[in-house]
């Protein structure tokens, strides 16, 4: 994703940077801004072109960990919650026991691919990734014709 900005502060090798946040991005938050809305909002950045204070830049930050996560987050306790339906149906009369046992092991599994996603995110908690900028923009850059991402 690109965006551009202007640098409002160095800070040793990154940058702090004034961002004009749209519409369409008012719940994504895959930049690291997590407050929704337009408006003006800072953002951390490698400075790899040394910008200095004052300069609009063009930020590019990487979008795939926020897909990753999103997939552990929402698709894999959705999976292990049908899986533990399914095998719970298919050993539902093999121990004579009168529970609901899809039900029982869906939760389970579901419970299971919770403490799954817990132990992913602490393991990614240390590895903050940062948006870089890539280009400093001559001051009468008026930025993208329209307001996507």
Known sequence: MEQVGLVVDIVEDKAIVAVQRHDVCAKCGACGIAISGRGENHLEALNKVNATVGQKVKIVSDTSHVL??????????????LLGLFVGQQLEGSFGVFVRLDLVLGIVFLLAAFLLVRRYDR?????QTYATVVEILPDDYEGPADERC
């Open 68 to 81: 990753r996560a999103s997939f552990m987050v929402y698709i894999v306790p959705l999976l292990a919650l």
């Open 123 to 127: 393991k990614l908690a240390g590895r």
